[in-house]
């Protein structure tokens, strides 16, 4: 899904550069479920806006889901943007709209008309677990309910990838795990490639492996457990022996 290899990034302004990228690898494999972490300034969102294209890198490889992102075409990023990635920020939810209700915030990007567009919505909702909560008003809801409105709507693309800048930076711990539980949710039902940039260490538990940055390269890698795209690609090889056998 994601092949990043000595990826620069350097902010140019009037009077200096900032080198937020300085050669940094890495890879993800479609269907992983991973956290990047690193402390504050170390480029994990220069790399995720990268990743996002919503921001060119200076130099190196960056490849996603088949499209080389230094080569791509102004509109080649607009349609990678619509139909490949779903975006979720830490305030996303400041973005709804308090007095309308759940389901009215999520129809409300949606391009699609009438009946298409309210049954598209409830299914996103009950994606996020919210179907429950789909007539209520925004501002009735919890800050992590609101959060996973916010992701409903990121959902609305069918994204193949999920980049999650943050998105527990402005909730408790208990509504960071849940919405940490509905990223492990929506990957393991719908195969979603997640990758969460965060500098909070906890949320490593949560997911299939850990990659630490510093100063804009990738240091470490932290935790490897095997993603479920990998476990069900090992059942579906040993199922096929059975069969030959
Ligand atoms: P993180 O998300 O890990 O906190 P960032 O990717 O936001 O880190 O920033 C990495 C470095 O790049 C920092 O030194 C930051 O000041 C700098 N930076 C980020 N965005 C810009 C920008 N648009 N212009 C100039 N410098 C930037
Ligand atoms: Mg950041």
Redesign the pocket.
């Known amino acids: 899904m994601i092949q990043c290899d000595n990826l620069v ?1 350097i ?1 140019k ?1 009037a009077d200096l550069e ?1 080198v ?1 990228l300085q050669g940094l690898d890495l890879h993800v494999e479609e269907g992983e479920l991973m956290a990047i972490i ?12 990268m990743l996002g294209g919503l921001d060119r890198p200076s130099a190196g490889k960056l490849i996603v889901d088949g499209k080389d992102m230094l080569k791509a075409t102004e509109l080649d990023l607009v349609r990678y943007k619509r139909e490949t990635v779903g975006f979720v920020w830490q305030n996303n939810a400041r973005n709804l709209i308090p007095y309308l209700t759940a389901l009215q915030n999520v129809e409300l990007p949606m391009l699609l008309k009438g009946r298409r567009r309210r049954m598209l919505a409830m299914e996103l909702l009950e994606a996020v677990g919210l179907a429950h909560r789909a007539h209520n008003r925004l501002q009735q809801l919890s800050g992590g309910e609101q959060q996973r409105v916010a992701i409903a709507i990121a959902l609305a693309n069918r994204p193949k990838l999920l980049l999650a ?2 998105p527990t930076g402005s909730v408790d711990t208990k509504m960071a795990n849940q919405i940490l539980d509905l990223f492990r949710e929506l990957n393991r039902t719908y195969g979603l490639t997640v990758v969460i ?1 965060t ?1 909070d260490p906890l949320l490593a538990k949560k997911v299939d492996r850990v990659v630490a ?1 510093r100063d ?1 390269k990738t240091s470490s890698e932290m935790i490897r457990r095997k993603s479920y795209a990998e476990e069900l690609a090992e059942l579906e090889a040993s199922a096929g022996e059975g069969r030959e056998g």
């Not at 690193?38 to 806006?49: A, D, H, M, R, V």
């Open positions: 990034k902010y302004t900032v937020a690193g402390n504050s300034g170390s480029g994990k969102s220069t790399l995720l806006n800048d943050e940039v500098h940055i804009g």
